[in-house]
């Protein structure tokens, strides 16, 4: 754990007026699973495109694998496996046939590719599957040969853009197993997720980007410190008759960072200053709200850190889309609109 | 080093080839769409166009207001000439007609679309032509569609030159018999007599025209839709990062995907020259290699049409939208359907444009008149140039795009 694989310095991309990355510099060590956090925008996957060659940064630098991005992107493409949110296979080849096309692309000698593809099905216990059309296996299938396909050439360092999307518990779970074993054997693992609970689960540090910048970069516990020991405070509020109009009401308050709607009734609200529970109390009170209980979050979760850093943002994004808010498995719960 | 990057690329771009060949292999409803759109072209356009076939019985009033002995006997002899052209040709005759009263009722008959023109006779008919005075006739002619006006003046002219020729005859004769004199007639009245010999035996066959450029014009779609098509599909699903990450040259994605179409875009012709041999009765007089060689030839003159496409739009509907936009006058400008000497002097500037009129005029040339490279040499020059020209100004784009 002595040198970096990845090295970015004043990393920057900028499509026309927008900065989708704003001077990056970072430094991501060997072996480590290094986890991007940020909301929908925020530059995650710019990023990432940028380090796997598939997009040209408009200025600063970075080195993969010890390669220069820029001038050598031939040999960093040879150290890198991609797996993409949008799942890179043909649906009219079969498991075996996408696996060996871009085995091939990769130049692996023939009996090499054919034993390297036995191993990586049985990796993924997909075996059986060897020879069957794409386009009949179900989600959690394709994502499992999607991982694997990355992993081909023996990568040194491997992307991992949301893996995690829209697959249910079970896949979940294989797939961040599947990752910790990658890491396992000597591979950087960079992931991008949404999902707190498999960034804190998996990551030995995280970036929260917001803005194309790091808004916070540690290991998952020292987030979660740095929220207890300042003087932000994240509660959990049950009020029986929650309204929209109350939820407002509460995040216009000057000490309340983020508000967010877990269910029905229960609310994570995230606020600075001494004074902050009275003054929200006070507030739901006053709107007639009924509280049931309120819960002190010692033990912030890695989503009381992201809404901490990153709250605002997503405050002004609701407000471009005021999307109603859904709770889908392990992501973020966004914030009210103010 | 760099002959190996070479071998490289080349083995990439084989890989992608083949990748995209059992994609089609597995995509039936595309294979069958493949047979079919050749067969679909040669049937409708070869059938639309107005060939020298087209008007059997076309239907024409005939108003007889004379009614004396001369109309009756022009009248008589007119259907026999109808009937003696019926005899030379197919089972059909060029005009049938059908009686009116009057100019009137003909003319009610031409707007109800019951006939096309009349023959009206006008009165004192008889008398002129026993007078030797000229017979007049009037042929109202229904311009309102032009094809067909055209075929009526055609046939109309065509079957009263014949009347007058049987009439001059006689009369050449009589004169003749008048002065004691051993005449033939025919030295009289038609002194010229034009023997025609077709370059290509048997009767005109429209789908002859066709064909070649037609073959020419399904491989230069084949290209020309495809790659843009190809590169959207792949940008959108999200495959194309799969190869792009890859340690590969991008040109050899390019390649890959291009010979895959190219070969598609040469099982198509096949269908084609198939089709118009085995179901159109299509004569094939010059070489099948030299002709397939310019089927490649011209697939490579698109080519960088499509690139450009590709590499401009960014995804698959603009890609499709300015290639419709070439295709059209492509397909119409380049001769494919149309002779382009039969074009306004403008519209055949224009076609000099399109690299497609000389590709579509070579492969006629060669298939139909056995042509050989030497005779076909301005055209593979002109194709060979706007390929490498529009090839030159496509790649830099292309890798511009690819870096984005």
């Known amino acids: ?338 | 080093m760099i002959p190996m990057d070479i071998i490289k690329t080349l083995k990439d771009s084989y890989h992608v080839m083949i990748k995209d060949m059992i994609e089609l292999k597995r995509n039936r409803v595309e294979l069958v769409t493949l047979a079919i759109m050749p067969l679909l072209f040669l049937v409708i356009f070869g059938f639309i166009y107005p060939s020298g076939n087209s008007h059997d019985n076309i239907q024409m009033g005939l108003v007889n207001l004379d009614q004396g002995a001369g109309s009756n006997e022009f009248i008589a002899q007119m259907e026999t000439m109808n009937k003696q052209i019926e005899s030379t040709t197919k089972n059909s005759s060029y005009m049938s007609f059908n009686n009116y009263s009057s100019v009137d009722a003909a003319k009610t008959a031409i707007n109800q679309g019951k006939i096309h023109g009349a023959f009206v006779i006008p009165p004192g008919f008889s008398n002129n032509v026993t007078n030797g005075q000229p017979g007049n006739i009037i042929i109202y002619v229904d311009n309102s569609n032009p094809q067909v006006a055209a075929s009526i003046e055609q046939v109309s002219s065509g079957t009263v030159s014949g009347l007058n020729g049987v009439l001059a005859e006689n009369n050449v004769l009589k004169l003749g018999n008048a002065a004691n004199q051993q005449i033939n007639p025919q030295a009289v009245i038609a002194p010229y007599t034009p023997n025609i010999v077709t370059t290509i035996p048997g009767a005109n066959n429209y789908l002859n025209f066709l064909a070649p450029g037609l073959m020419i014009m399904i491989g230069m779609m084949a290209v020309m839709i495809g790659i843009p098509e190809a590169f959207s599909k792949e940008k959108e699903t999200g495959t194309f990062d799969g190869m792009l990450s890859a340690p590969i040259n991008h040109l050899s994605v390019l390649l890959g995907k291009t010979m895959a179409l190219s070969v598609r875009g040469l099982l198509q012709c096949i269908f084609v020259l198939a089709f118009a041999v085995l179901l159109f009765g299509v004569t094939i007089q010059g070489s099948l290699l030299l002709a397939f060689f310019m089927v490649i030839l011209g697939i490579f003159s698109f080519i960088g049409i499509g690139i450009m496409a590709v590499s401009l739009a960014g995804d698959q509907s603009t890609g499709t939208m300015i290639m419709n936009l070439l295709m059209f006058p492509f397909m119409f400008l380049g001769g494919i359907f149309f002779p382009i000497s039969q074009m306004p002097w403008i519209m055949q500037e224009i076609s000099k444009l399109i690299p497609l009129t000389y590709a579509a005029d070579a492969m006629r040339k060669i298939m139909l008149l056995n042509a050989n490279v030497a005779d076909v040499s301005t055209d593979i020059i002109i194709l060979l140039a706007f390929g490498i020209i529009t090839m030159a100004i496509a790649l830099p784009l292309f890798s511009r795009s690819m870096k984005q």
């Not at chain 1, 530059?43 to 820029?70: E, F, H, N, W």
């Not at chain 1, 079969?94 to 023939?110: D, M, Q, S």
């Open chain 1, 1 to 338: 754990m002595t040198e970096n694989a990845i090295e970015l310095k004043n990393l920057t991309k900028k499509f026309g007026d927008f900065t989708a990355v704003d001077k990056l510099s970072l430094d991501i060590k060997e072996n480590e699973i290094f986890g991007f956090l940020g909301p929908n925008g925020a530059g995650k996957s710019t990023t990432i495109r940028m380090l796997c060659t598939l997009s040209t940064p408009t200025s600063g630098s970075a080195k993969v694998a010890g390669y220069d991005l820029i001038k050598d992107s031939a040999k960093v493409r040879e150290k890198i496996g991609l797996v993409a949110e949008k799942m890179i296979m043909y649906d009219k080849l079969t498991a075996a046939e996408n696996l060996r096309f871009f085995g091939k692309l990769y130049a692996i000698p023939k009996q090499k590719l054919e034993d390297r593809i036995d191993e990586l099905l049985e990796l993924v216990n997909m075996q059986e599957w060897k020879h069957t059309q794409i386009s009949k296996f179900s989600t959690g299938m394709k994502q499992r040969i999607n991982v694997i396909r990355a992993l081909l050439p023996e990568p040194e360092i491997i992307f991992m853009d949301e893996p995690t999307l829209g697959l249910d518990p079970q896949t979940t779970f294989s797939i961040r197993d599947i990752t910790r074993d990658i890491n396992k054997s000597d591979v950087t693992v960079i992931l991008t997720t949404h999902a707190m609970i498999e960034a804190e689960a998996l990551s030995d540090r995280i970036a929260i980007i917001d803005h194309g910048k790091i808004a916070a970069l540690d290991t998952p516990q020292n987030l979660k410190n740095l929220i207890a020991e300042s003087d932000t405070s994240v509660f959990g509020a049950k009020i029986t008759n929650l309204t929209p109009k109350l939820i407002g009401k509460i995040n216009s308050l000057d000490v309340v960072a983020a508000v967010a709607q877990q269910d029905d009734h229960n609310l994570k609200i995230s606020a600075n200053g001494t004074d902050a529970l009275n003054q929200i109390i006070d507030v739901i009170r006053l709107e007639g709200g009924n509280i049931a209980s309120i819960t002190n979050s010692n033990d912030s979760t890695l989503e009381d850190v992201f809404l901490a850093v990153t709250g605002k943002t997503i405050r002004d994004q609701a407000n471009e889309k005021a999307a109603p808010t859904h709770h889908r498995h392990g992501q973020a719960p966004k914030a009210r609109i103010r």
